[in-house]
């Protein structure tokens, strides 16, 4: 099942809103805060089994990594391996790419997701 709903609230209502819904462990989602005049945007994703992912978004809706966290990268990889895995985490990559079949079902697509209990 897939829902959608749009939101107006003061900066931070995305946050709150992830941490309410990550109670109930099984459910796939993101919230989206669009920036403001005094704030950056951000995307809250949660996929179970993979926890959350916090991206810090343009207006244009494009993720931004802060200076900071990419010399800290810099530090942490020895290999150009070590170096791609992290720049894969720090944009997201993983949780975009489990998130991307409900996102398509916004258009006005069916969507049918198929998963094996066992």
Do not use: C
Request: avoid cysteine; proline fraction near 4%.
């Amino acid at each position: 099942m897939r829902a959608e709903a749009g939101w107006a609230g003061p900066v931070g209502t995305a946050a709150e809103l992830a941490k309410a819904l990550s109670k109930w462990p099984m459910l796939v989602f993101e919230a989206t805060e669009d920036a403001t005049s005094i704030s950056d945007g951000e995307r809250l994703a949660f996929v179970p089994g993979r926890g959350f992912h916090r991206s810090t978004v343009s207006v244009n809706g494009d993720v931004v990594v802060g200076e900071e966290r990419l010399h800290g990268l810099l530090a942490r990889a020895r290999t150009s391996d070590e170096f791609r895995y992290g720049l894969t985490e720090l944009l997201g990559t993983a949780w975009d790419a489990e998130l991307e079949p409900y996102r398509r079902g916004g258009d006005g697509a069916p969507v049918s997701l198929l998963h094996q209990v066992g």
